[in-house]
C-alpha cells in the first residue's frame, strides 16, 4: 500500500470489498463491481497490484468466464502475499482484512463455471 494511505482511509474501503465479495457474485452488480476496482486502482496506484486490477477490471467488462476464473485467482493469490507484507509493517488490523480479501477472491475464482 502506498505510504500516503491512511489506515483511517482503508478501513471503509476493505470493510466493503469484503461485504462485496461475501455476497453471491453470480448476481452481483457489475458495475459496482468495477467501481469497487477502481477505488482499489486509486489506492494502489504506486504498485504492481495496480496493472493486476486494470486487467481484472477488463477480463470483468470482456464477460469471458475463463479469464475471469483465472485473473480473481491470481488477484486473490496476490493479495494475500501482500498481507503478509503487510503483517510485517505492523498492521495487524488492516493485514487480516487484506488476508480476508485475498482468499474470498480465490473462493469466488473457484464458483465460475
Do not use: C
Not at 491512511?6 to 458495475?31: E, G, K, N, R, Y
Not at 477505488?39 to 504498485?47: A, D, S
Not at 497490484?49 to 469471458?64: A, C
Request: aromatic letters at 4%; proline letters at 2%.
Amino acid at each position: 500500500m502506498p505510504e500516503t494511505t491512511q489506515t483511517s482511509d482503508l478501513i471503509p474501503v476493505l470493510d466493503t470489498t469484503i461485504h462485496f465479495l461475501q455476497q453471491d457474485l453470480a448476481s452481483a452488480d457489475l458495475a459496482l463491481a468495477v467501481n469497487y476496482i477502481e477505488q482499489w486502482e486509486n489506492l494502489l496506484q504506486e504498485t504492481g497490484m495496480f496493472h493486476e486490477l486494470m486487467e481484472l477490471k477488463q477480463v470483468i467488462l470482456d464477460g469471458n468466464l475463463t479469464a475471469l476464473q483465472k485473473m480473481l485467482h491470481k488477484v486473490g493469490e496476490d493479495t494475500a502475499a501482500n498481507a503478509n507484507g503487510i503483517r510485517e509493517n505492523g498492521s495487524e488490523a488492516i493485514a487480516a482484512k487484506v488476508a480476508q480479501i485475498g482468499q474470498l477472491l480465490v473462493q469466488a475464482s473457484q464458483q465460475i463455471q
